[in-house]
C-alpha cells in the first residue's frame, strides 16, 4: 500500500507528464483514500463484481 501512495505523490507531482492511475481490487480501501489525498484523484480501480451474490 506504502508503494502505491508513493508511486501516486510522485506521479503526481509531475503534473504536465503525470500518467493514468490504474489498480486493481486491493487498492480498493479507506487506507489510499486517506493517505493518497489528492494525489490519487482519478485513479481507475478494477473491482470484481458478481451481480448474483
Known sequence: MD??????QANAAQ???S???IGEDELYNPT??????DA???MV???P???VQ
Do not use: S
Open 3 to 8: 508503494t502505491a501512495i508513493a508511486l501516486a
Open 15 to 17: 503534473a504536465e507528464n
Open 19 to 21: 500518467l493514468m492511475l
Open 32 to 37: 489510499i483514500l486517506i493517505e493518497g489525498g
Open 40 to 42: 490519487i484523484a482519478g
Open 45 to 47: 480501480l478494477a473491482v
Open 49 to 51: 463484481f458478481d451481480p
